[in-house]
C-alpha cells in the first residue's frame, strides 16, 4: 500500500498480508474502490494459463463442485415432499378421514435418501476444496518462483529506478492477493454460477410465478447496492488519503525523534497527528457505516421477497396449485438464491483486483532482461588484474551523456583513487566495471578480454567489494563473513576475521561467530558492519578490489588497522578506491576526479596538483585549513 | 487482544446500542419464520386469505424493523470501532514520544511505525467485523432457542444435541487452524525478509557470484509457505462440509421427530417449518461465526505488538520539582559518569570526568564503538546514567525538566533528519519565531546558501519526506542551520560534517568560529583536521577517556591520539 512505496530496504513489513481491496470478505467487502487492470482480457488468459498444468485437477474441481452443488440443490425440494406427506397425512385427520395416517414410511425413505444425498455432497465438497489447495498454492509457488528468477536476472536500472516497496509490494502482496483468489473466489464462482442455474431451475419447476416475485428483487438489491458502493467509495479514497498522510507523519516522526525531542517540537507533533488523525476518523466511519449499509439493505430486500413468498404461497396452496412443502422448499431456495448472487457481485470485484495484481506481477515478468550473455564466452584462468578503459562512453538516460571517450589504463597491482565532491557519481564507475550497467560504446577490458565477452558471473568473481551502505542479512556473523566464498572453512573465515581485524569484536560478543544479527543488523555497530564487509572481501580474495567510501564510517583509530590489512590485502592486486582521506588518494598510482558524474581529471597526485585544476583546489581547500590550524 | 479492551471504555454506550440492536435485529430475523407458520397452520390451513394476507403485511414491518436495528447497528459500531481506532492510535503516538532513546532502540523504529499504523487498522477493522458479525451469532443463539422452545420445546433437543457437535466441530478445526494460521504469518515474513534482503543486497550478491544461493534461499522460504498454505487450505476445505452435514443432518431429524410429534397432535406443521428456519439460522449464524477465526490470529498478533509498546515504560520522567540551573550558561560537567546499554556486559563509558566552558571548544576523538555518541547523547539527557552525574549550568540534568535542559542545546545529529515542508520552516524548526534574517544568516554560516539560491524556490522550496531531493551534504548544512538558529548555549555536533567536501567542510568551520561565540561548543569528528584547533581534545579509547588536552599536548601524551593523527595527515601537515 501506500506505505511500501517509501522508506526502502529497512522497513520491517510484517502485515503484508493486508486485508485491503479485494480481500474478500463477501458483502463487508464491498462498496472499496477497486482497481482496475488495462488490459483485462490479456492478462487474464496469461493467468489462466498459469492454470494450464492442473487442466485435469481443475476437471476435477468443476465436476465436484457441481455434483455438490447439484445434490445439495435437490435436496429442498425432496424435504418438501416429506413436509407435504406429513401435512396431507395431517389434513386427512383433521377432515376425519376413515384410517388417515401420517405415511412415515415414506417419510423414512426420503429421509434416508436425503441423509445420502447430504453425506455424497459433502464428500464432494470437500474433495473439491482439497484439491483446489493443491493447484491454487502450486501456482503461486510456481509465480513467485518465476519472479524471483526474473529479479535475478534484471539489469541493476531496473532496481535503481523503483524502490524496494515497490517491486516487493509487487511479488508478495499482488502474488498473495492472486493466490486467495485462486483458492476461495474461484471455487465459489464455480459454485454460485451452478446454484444459481440450479436454484433458478428448481424454483421454476415449483412455482413460475413465485420465481418471478424471487427473480423480480433481484434488480432491485443491484441498484441499492450500485448506489452504495458509489457513495462510500468517495468515503473510502478519503480515508485512504487521511491514511496515507498519517503514515508519512508517523514515519516521519519516528524517524526524526531525536531531533524532535533535542529541540522541544513534540506538543507540536501530537498535535499535527491529532488533526490527521480525526480527519482519519471522520472519513474512516462513515465509509464503514455505508459500506455496512449494504448487507442489512440486501437482507431486507431478501426479506421482502420471503414475505411475498409466504403470502403468495398460502394462497396458492389453499388455491391448492402448489403443496405446502413446496412452500417450505421454495423459502430454502430463495435463501440459497439470494447469497450466491451477492457473492458473484463481489468476486467480480475481487477477480478484477486480482487481474490488477497479477497485471502488476507480469510487467515484473516481461522487463527486458540483461544483455544475454556472449556465446562463446571468455575466461580469465589465472587474472592479472590489468583494465584498460578504451573510448568509453556512458549515460544513465539517453541524451544525457555522462563519461564520454574515456581511456584508462590500469596495469596490475596499482591503486586507482577516485575523488570528488559528494554525490559526483563516483559509483557509477563500479556499475561500469562489474557491468551492473551496459556502456553505450567503447570497450572495457580485463587483461586483454573485452568484459562483454565474458560470463558477468566469471567477471564479477575476479572482483571484491565493499560497499558504502553495508549489506547483511539476517544471519550470524559467520554465515555473513563465509557469504565470500561459498564453502570457506572454518580457518579461512576466522582468518579473514582477522585480516580485517573483526575477530577481536566478534568474540567479545556475548555469542561471538554465532551472534545472529537482527534485521538491521542493528545489534552491532556501523563500523563493526564494515569489518564484516571487509572480511567478507578478504574472503572472496579477488584479484581486483574495489572499496566503495569503504572505511568512511570505520572510525580513525580502526581505521588505522583496517588500512593496515587492506595494504597487506591490496599487494599485487589492482584496486579501486573511492576515498575520502589524502593520505589514501596520495599514495594511488592513479586518480580520477569525478565531478557531476564525469571523469573531470585523471593523473597522479603531482601531476594534478601541477595541473592546479579542480583537484589541487579540493586538495588546498584541506591543506590550508590544516597549515592555519597547526600554525 | 483482551488486554486492548480497555481502551473501548469510552464507547461502551455504542457498544451496548450495538449488541442491543443485533439482538433485535435477530429477533426479527427470527420472528419471519414464526409468522409463517401462522400463515401455513392459520390461513392455509382454513384457507383464510385474508389472513394471510394480514399477517404478511405485518412481516413486511417486521422485516423493515429488523433492517432499521441492523443499519442502526451498523452507524453505531462504524463510531465505536473508528472511534476506538483513533483513541488507540492517538494514545500509541504520544505514548512513543515520551519514549527515550533507549526504548527505539529496543523496539525499533520502523517496527514501531508498522505498530502505529498497520497494526492498528488491522485491529480496528476486526473490531468491526467482531460487533457485527461475531454478537450475531450468540444473539441468533440465544433468540432462536428462545423461540425455538416456544414452539416446540420437546423438539428443541434437536437443537440441544446439533449445537453442542457444531460447536465441537468449530472449536476442533479452531484449535488444528488457529496455530497453523500462525505458522503461515510466519512464514509469510520469512518470505518476505528473503526477498527484501535479495533486493536490497543485490549488488553484493551479484559480485559475489551468490545468485544460485539467494534462489535456493527464496525457493526453500516458498517451498515452506506452500506447505503450510496447502495445509491450511486443506484443513478449510473440511470445515464448510462438516459444518452443512451437521445443519443438514438436523433439518432431517426436525422433520422425523416433528412429524411424530405432528402425527401424536402436538405440534403444527407451520411450526415445524418455522423450525427448520430456525435452525437454519442459528447454523448460519455459527458458521459466519467460524468464518472469522482466520482474522483472530492476524489480529492478536498485532494486539501483541500494540501492547508490547503500551507497556513499554519511558525510564525517562521529569522531575516532581524541577530546579533552575544557577552556574554559568552552557557549563556542562561530567562526574564519574558510567553507563552501559541495556544487556551489554560491558559499560559504554565508564568514568568519564571532564567539563567543558562558555566560549570553548571541545571535541572528542575516538574509534568504532569507543562511546563518542553513546556520550554525548547523555547531555540532552536521551539516557540517563548508570552512576555518576552530568550537570548542565551546575544542575544534574535528571534535575530539571527535558525541555528546560533541550532549550539550551543547538544539536546536530549524525544523521540529518530533515521533515516534510520548506527549507525555511526546516531551519525554523530550531527557534519557531525566527525571522527571515535569522533564517538566511543561519542558511548562510552552514554554507547552505548557495545551494538553496540554485533552487527553484530558494528558502520557500519543499523538502520532500525523508528528505530525498537533497543530498547528503546539504541535509548537513540545513541541519547546521537549524541549530543555528536556535542560538543555543550548547552546541553539539555529532559528526557532523562527514557528508561535506573538504573545501565545504573548511568553510563551513571557518564560518562556525564567529558564530559560536559564548557557547560551549562540542564536536564529534573523525577527521583530525575538524579538530585540530579545539580548546580541548579528549580521547576516548573503549568508553574511557585516555587522554585530555589540545592537539600539541595530545601528540606528546597520547599513543592513540598519535596514531589517529599519523593515519590521516602527513608529516608536515602535523608539524
Known amino acids: 500500500m501506500s506505505k511500501d512505496s517509501k522508506n526502502q530496504g529497512h522497513e520491517q513489513n510484517p502485515g503484508a498480508r493486508k486485508a485491503g481491496p479485494g480481500g474478500g470478505f463477501g458483502p463487508m467487502g464491498m462498496g472499496m474502490p477497486v482497481q482496475k487492470a488495462k488490459d483485462f482480457k490479456g492478462t487474464l488468459k496469461r493467468l489462466v494459463s498459469y492454470l494450464k498444468p492442473y487442466k485435469l485437477q481443475l476437471i476435477s474441481v468443476l465436476i465436484t463442485a457441481i455434483i455438490s452443488t447439484v445434490f445439495s440443490i435437490v435436496s429442498p425440494k425432496i424435504m418438501g415432499n416429506a413436509t407435504t406427506k406429513l401435512f396431507e397425512g395431517l389434513m386427512m385427520k383433521i377432515n376425519r378421514v376413515p384410517g388417515a395416517k401420517i405415511d412415515f414410511d415414506y417419510i423414512g425413505q426420503i429421509i434416508i435418501l436425503l441423509i445420502g444425498l447430504y453425506i455424497i455432497s459433502a464428500i464432494f465438497a470437500y474433495l473439491q476444496g482439497y484439491i483446489m489447495a493443491g493447484v491454487a498454492q502450486k501456482t503461486v509457488y510456481n509465480l513467485r518462483k518465476e519472479v524471483e528468477g526474473k529479479i535475478n536476472r534484471l539489469p541493476l536500472k531496473y532496481f535503481d529506478s523503483r524502490t524496494h516497496g515497490e517491486i516487493l509490494s509487487r511479488a508478495v502482496n499482488d502474488v498473495d492477493n492472486i493466490s486467495t483468489t485462486l483458492q476461495q473466489s474461484l471455487t465459489q464462482l464455480i459454485t454460485s454460477v451452478v446454484t444459481i442455474i440450479g436454484v433458478i431451475i428448481m424454483m421454476l419447476s415449483i412455482s413460475p410465478l413465485m420465481t418471478l416475485i424471487v427473480i423480480l428483487t433481484l434488480p432491485l438489491s443491484g441498484v441499492a447496492i450500485a448506489k452504495i458502493a458509489k457513495k462510500s467509495q468517495q468515503f473510502f479514497k478519503g480515508q485512504q488519503k487521511s491514511l496515507g498522510q498519517l503514515n508519512g507523519h508517523v514515519e516521519e516522526m519516528y524517524t526524526g525523534h531525536k531531533v524532535i525531542k533535542v529541540f522541544g517540537h513534540e506538543q507540536k507533533s501530537i498535535e499535527q497527528f491529532e488533526e490527521i488523525n480525526e480527519k482519519l476518523y471522520q472519513s474512516g466511519w462513515k465509509a464503514q457505516f455505508v459500506s455496512g449499509m449494504i448487507m442489512p439493505l440486501m437482507s431486507f430486500i431478501n426479506n421482502i421477497g420471503y414475505v411475498l413468498i409466504s403470502v403468495v404461497g398460502g394462497i396458492l396452496v389453499t388455491k391448492n396449485a402448489i403443496k405446502i412443502g413446496d412452500i417450505q422448499a421454495f423459502i430454502q431456495y430463495a435463501r440459497q438464491f439470494s447469497q450466491p448472487i451477492a457473492q458473484t457481485a463481489s468476486i467480480a470485484n475481487v477477480i478484477q483486483s486480482t487481474i490488477a495484481s497479477a497485471e502488476r506481477v507480469f510487467e515484473i515478468l516481461d522487463e527486458t532482461e540483461e544483455v544475454p550473455e556472449a556465446v562463446a564466452a571468455e575466461v580469465i584462468t589465472e587474472p592479472k588484474g590489468e583494465v584498460t578503459f578504451e573510448h568509453v562512453a556512458f549515460g544513465y538516460k539517453e541524451n544525457e551523456p555522462l563519461i564520454d571517450d574515456m581511456n584508462i589504463a590500469v596495469k596490475p597491482g596499482q591503486r586507482v583513487a577516485i575523488v570528488g565532491p559528494t554525490g559526483a557519481g563516483k559509483t557509477t564507475l563500479i556499475n561500469l566495471l562489474m557491468r551492473f550497467y551496459e556502456i553505450d560504446s567503447g570497450t572495457i577490458l580485463i587483461d586483454g578480454v573485452d568484459t562483454r565477452e565474458m560470463k558477468r558471473e566469471h567477471l564479477r568473481s575476479l572482483f571484491g567489494m565493499v560497499l558504502q551502505d553495508t549489506w547483511l542479512f539476517n544471519s550470524t556473523i559467520r554465515d555473513n563473513i563465509a557469504y565470500g566464498r561459498e564453502g570457506a572453512t572454518e580457518d579461512e573465515i576466522v582468518a579473514a576475521a582477522r585480516a580485517a581485524n573483526a575477530d577481536h569484536f566478534i568474540r567479545t560478543l556475548p555469542d561471538g561467530y554465532e551472534t545472529i544479527l537482527n534485521e538491521e543488523a542493528s545489534n552491532i555497530s556501523q563500523g563493526q558492519k564494515q569489518l564484516l564487509t571487509i572480511a567478507r572481501a578478504i574472503l572472496a580474495n579477488p584479484a581486483i578490489l574495489i572499496l566503495d567510501e569503504a572505511t568512511s564510517s570505520v572510525d580513525t583509530r580502526t581505521e588505522v588497522q583496517i588500512q593496515k590489512a587492506m595494504d597487506h590485502l591490496m599487494k599485487g592486486r589492482t584496486s579501486f578506491v573511492i576515498a575520502h582521506r589524502l593520505s589514501t588518494i596520495r599514495d594511488a598510482d592513479l586518480i580520477l576526479v569525478m565531478n557531476h558524474g564525469s571523469v573531470i581529471e585523471k593523473g597522479t597526485h603531482e601531476e594534478l596538483l601541477e595541473k592546479d585544476g579542480f583537484y589541487a583546489d579540493l586538495y588546498n581547500s584541506q591543506f590550508t585549513s590544516n597549515q592555519r590550524n597547526a600554525g | ?575
Open chain 2, 1 to 575: 487482544m483482551i488486554k486492548l479492551s480497555r481502551f473501548l471504555k469510552p464507547f461502551q454506550i455504542p457498544i451496548y446500542f450495538v449488541l442491543g440492536l443485533v439482538l433485535l435485529q435477530s429477533l426479527a430475523e427470527l420472528y419471519l419464520p414464526t409468522l409463517m407458520a401462522d400463515i401455513v397452520d392459520k390461513g392455509v390451513v382454513t384457507g383464510d386469505t385474508a389472513y394471510i394476507w394480514k399477517i404478511g403485511g405485518f412481516m413486511l414491518l417486521v422485516a423493515a424493523g429488523g433492517m432499521i436495528c441492523s443499519l442502526a447497528a451498523s452507524f453505531y459500531s462504524a463510531k465505536a470501532a473508528s472511534g476506538f481506532g483513533k483513541l488507540l492510535r492517538t494514545k500509541v503516538f504520544s505514548h512513543v514520544g515520551d519514549f527515550s532513546l533507549h526504548e527505539f532502540d529496543k523496539l525499533g523504529t520502523a517496527s514501531l511505525i508498522t505498530r502505529t499504523t498497520n497494526d492498528i487498522t488491522q485491529i480496528q477493522q476486526v473490531l468491526v467485523m467482531m460487533l457485527r458479525m461475531m454478537a450475531m451469532a450468540p444473539m441468533m443463539c440465544i433468540g432462536g432457542i428462545i423461540m425455538a422452545y416456544s414452539k416446540d420445546s420437546k423438539l428443541t433437543l434437536v437443537l440441544a444435541v446439533a449445537l453442542p457437535i457444531l460447536v465441537l466441530a468449530i472449536v476442533i478445526i479452531a484449535k488444528k487452524g488457529i496455530p497453523l494460521f500462525k505458522a503461515m504469518q510466519v512464514k509469510l515474513d520469512n518470505l518476505n525478509r528473503v526477498l527484501r534482503e535479495n533486493l536490497t543486497g543485490i549488488r553484493v550478491i551479484r559480485s559475489f557470484n551468490r545468485v544460485e544461493h539467494e534462489k535456493k534461499r527464496f525457493d526453500a522460504a516458498n517451498w515452506d509457505l506452500t506447505q503450510t498454505a496447502i495445509k491450511v487450505n486443506k484443513l478449510m476445505a473440511a470445515m464448510m462440509p462438516i459444518m452443512m452435514i451437521v445443519l443438514n443432518l438436523s433439518t432431517v431429524a426436525i422433520i422425523w421427530f416433528g412429524g411424530i410429534r405432528i402425527s401424536n397432535g402436538h405440534m403444527q406443521v407451520g411450526d415445524m417449518m418455522a423450525f427448520i428456519q430456525y435452525a437454519m439460522q442459528i447454523m448460519f449464524s455459527f458458521i459466519m461465526l467460524s468464518m472469522m477465526f482466520v482474522m483472530i490470529p492476524r489480529a492478536s498478533v498485532s494486539a501483541v505488538r500494540i501492547n508490547e509498546v503500551i507497556d513499554t515504560v519511558a525510564d525517562i520522567k521529569n522531575p516532581a520539582n524541577p530546579v533552575l540551573g544557577k552556574g554559568a550558561k552552557g557549563q556542562v560537567e561530567f562526574r564519574n559518569v558510567t553507563f552501559s546499554y541495556p544487556g551489554a556486559e560491558m559499560p559504554a563509558i565508564s568514568n568519564i570526568s571532564f567539563s567543558m566552558n562558555p566560549g570553548e571548544v571541545t571535541a572528542i576523538i575516538g574509534g568504532t564503538g569507543s562511546g563518542k555518541s553513546t556520550l554525548i547523547n547523555l547531555i540532552p539527557r536521551f539516557y540517563d546514567v548508570d552512576s555518576g552525574n552530568v550537570l548542565v549550568d551546575g544542575v544534574d540534568v535528571r534535575e530539571m525538566t527535558q525541555e528546560q535542559l533541550r532549550e539550551k542545546i543547538g544539536f546536530v545529529p549524525q544523521q540529518a533528519v530533515l521533515f516534510t515542508g520548506t527549507i525555511a520552516e526546516n531551519i525554523r524548526y530550531g527557534k519557531e519565531d525566527a525571522t527571515e534574517d535569522e533564517v538566511r544568516h543561519a542558511a548562510e554560516i552552514a554554507q547552505a546558501n548557495e545551494f538553496i539560491s540554485d533552487m527553484p524556490d530558494g528558502f520557500d522550496a519543499t523538502i520532500a519526506q525523508g528528505g530525498t531531493n537533497v543530498s547528503g551534504g546539504q541535509k548537513q548544512r540545513l541541519s547546521i542551520a537549524r541549530a543555528l538558529v536556535r542560538k543555543p548555549e550548547i552546541y553539539i555536533f555529532d559528526d557532523s560534517f562527514s557528508a561535506l567536501d573538504f573545501k565545504t567542510d573548511a568553510k563551513l568551520r571557518g564560518a562556525l568560529k564567529g558564530e559560536t561565540g559564548d557557547s560551549t561548543v562540542l564536536i564529534v569528528a573523525q577527521r583530525v583536521s575538524t579538530i585540530i584547533d579545539a580548546d580541548q581534545i579528549l580521547v576516548l579509547d573503549n568508553g574511557e577517556i585516555t587522554g585530555i588536552g589540545t592537539h600539541k599536548e595530545l601528540m606528546e601524551s597520547s599513543a592513540v591520539y598519535r596514531e589517529i593523527v599519523m593515519s590521516q595527515l602527513s608529516e608536515e601537515e602535523i608539524a
